[in-house]
């Protein structure tokens, strides 16, 4: 009776360990299966963000290059009117730079954060934001996987990796050219 007994609980301790160690095994594959979910996440934000926010910046900066060529331009004539003894040259010139500051303040008051320098300042930010997240997502990839790699390579736990079905993951190195961040060119 008493050998019957130690079977039994043998034969749970047994099945405790493995059913322990299946749930050990496939929840660290799962959370490195996540991690690398992670990265995709980031992948694809980068992927939407930056071309959105490069044409977005591109607009801006365009639309303000052109006001701001205009107050040049008008400048310019000023200072060549200014130099001359024609009145009506520079009252032409002084109302064409009149009119361009008017398209200026018209724009500053219709987008009153419409500044270049303030975009592409946000541009930069929400490139290395963005990197940041890829690396951080690396990271956290290659923790995870560690950390299943360490479970399938140790005992008890490799003894278990066919039941669970859970193999050896590889560390994820940033593709050639993914080590710096990309360059964006107006």
């Known amino acids: 009776m008493i050998y019957v007994l130690i079977a039994i609980v043998v034969v749970v301790l047994i099945v405790g360990f493995v059913v322990v160690g299946f749930n050990k095994l496939r929840t660290t594959d799962v959370g ?37 060529e205009e107050v040049t331009r008008a400048r310019a004539g000023v200072q060549a009117a200014a130099a001359g003894n024609d009145v009506p040259a520079k009252a032409a010139a002084d109302a064409a730079l009149q009119q361009a500051l008017v398209k200026v303040n018209a724009v500053a008051e219709a987008y009153p954060d419409l500044k270049a320098n303030t975009n592409f300042l946000e541009l930069q930010r929400q490139l290395a934001e963005t990197e940041n997240q890829i690396s951080f997502a690396r990271q956290y990839y290659n923790d995870a996987v560690a950390t299943l790699n360490k479970l399938v390579l140790t005992i008890p736990w490799m003894f278990l990796t066919g039941i669970a079905n859970v193999h050896k993951r590889e560390f994820y190195d940033a593709p050639e050219g993914q080590q710096v961040a990309p360059s964006i060119e107006f």
């Open 32 to 68: 490195a299966e996540e991690a690398l979910g992670g990265i995709d996440v980031q992948l694809t934000r980068r992927a939407d963000l930056i071309p959105n926010l490069v044409e977005t910046v591109k607009g801006y900066a365009a639309h303000e290059k052109g006001v701001f």
